[in-house]
T-cell receptor
Framework: QKEVEQDPGPLSVPEGAIVSLNCTYSNSAFQYFMWYRQYSRKGPELLMYTYSSGNKEDGRFTAQVDKSSKYISLFIRDSQPSDSATYLCAMTPGNQFYFGTGTSLTVIP | NAGVMQNPRHLVRRRGQEARLRCSPMKGHSHVYWYRQLPEEGLKFMVYLQKENIIDESGMPKERFSAEFPKEGPSILRIQQVVRGDSAAYFC???????????????FGSGTRLTVV
């Protein structure tokens, strides 16, 4: 079983839609949960992170962590064409990072 | 303040040749991490280095792969006798210190795309 599972998509939505991206994990030791955005031919860039369970909001982005279900989500409101990228979840118990495979998102104008 | 610099951006090698990938961390960062990204598999941790020390190489294949981070100069990921299965994007990240907390500045470079023909 993989440490982190993420649906690769691809996901295609119209501009203005709400996007929901999800990951599940198996390691109870994970404490920090992150979402990275990766544009084509670029390195991942940190979008949001949360510590332990709960919600965190930053502009149009909301990250949720449910440690009891080992499930994390990223919501994008009012999606824009510039949000088109691959979104990777990542998590760590405190040292090595474990990444999901990434979900490819296309926002159609 | 330049970000994490990786070169070359693209590297083509024939089977059996050696590949050398370079990573210059951000200024002030003394910790370097190498990841490999294969299609359909996501980013996989390979090795974590500090200056002149390998801290964790648990993700590194046992044969043909090595990494170093000398006192002076960039970190080098070296792949000997490359095979087609080594074709992937190799990313380097750096941080100012040991961290599992992302806002300490775990920054990725743009990667080196290795193609073995």
């Amino acid at each position: 079983q993989k440490e982190v599972e993420q649906d690769p998509g691809p996901l295609s939505v119209p501009e203005g839609a709400i996007v929901s991206l999800n990951c599940t994990y198996s390691n109870s030791a994970f404490q920090y949960f992150m979402w990275y955005r990766q544009y084509s031919r670029k390195g991942p860039e940190l979008l949001m992170y949360t510590y332990s369970s709960g919600n965190k909001e930053d502009g149009r982005f909301t990250a949720q962590v449910d440690k009891s279900s080992k499930y994390i989500s990223l919501f994008i409101r009012d999606s824009q064409p510039s949000d088109s990228a691959t979104y990777l979840c990542a998590m760590t118990p405190g040292n090595q990072f474990y990444f999901g495979t990434g979900t490819s998102l296309t926002v159609i104008p | 303040n330049a970000g994490v610099m990786q070169n070359p951006r693209h590297l083509v090698r024939r089977r059996g040749q050696e590949a050398r990938l370079r990573c210059s961390p951000m200024k002030g960062h003394s910790h370097v991490y190498w990841y490999r990204q294969l299609p359909e598999e996501g980013l996989k941790f390979m090795v974590y280095l500090q200056k002149e020390n390998i801290i964790d190489e648990s993700g590194m294949p046992k044969e043909r792969f090595s990494a170093e981070f000398p006192k002076e100069g960039p970190s080098i990921l070296r792949i000997q006798q490359v095979v087609r299965g080594d074709s992937a994007a190799y990313f380097c990240a750096s941080s100012p210190r040991t961290t599992g907390v992302p806002n300490y500045g775990y920054t990725f470079g743009s990667g080196t795309r290795l193609t073995v023909v």
